[in-house]
């Protein structure tokens, strides 16, 4: 019964922030880990980072420098951002629940496509 919807600029500068934001409905972010993940055009899928039911965050090492992500429990949703974007962010852009912090996402968000073109 879980959804997610994930909204935000499907376009955006280099050397500008990427910001997303995840609602979630049918569960609150307060229980289990919430993440976003990304697939770069021809590429594997690429877990970004989490922030967990107590608001506690991890971020793939290769990311962590540019990524922040933060909740608002008031309206049931978390956000990213990704700062300094050049081409290579390019992807479609994922949020997803972990319901066991297993690496397993048993719901996905549809998924933005964001460009990074000036």
Request: aromatic share 12%; hydrophobic share 25%.
């Amino acid at each position: 019964q879980v959804q997610l919807q994930d909204s935000g600029p499907g376009l955006v500068k280099p050397s500008q922030t990427l910001s997303l934001t995840c609602t979630v409905s049918g569960g609150s972010i307060t229980t289990y880990y919430w993440s976003w993940i990304r697939k770069p055009p021809g590429k594997e899928l690429e877990w970004i980072g989490y922030i967990s039911h107590s608001g506690s965050t991890r971020y793939n090492p290769s990311l962590k420098s540019r990524t922040s992500i933060s909740r608002d429990t008031n309206n049931n949703q978390f956000t990213l951002q990704l700062t300094s974007v050049t081409p290579e962010d390019k992807a479609v852009y994922y949020c997803a629940r972990d319901a066991g912090n297993m690496w397993i996402y048993d719901d996905w968000s549809q998924g933005t496509q964001v460009t990074v073109s000036s």
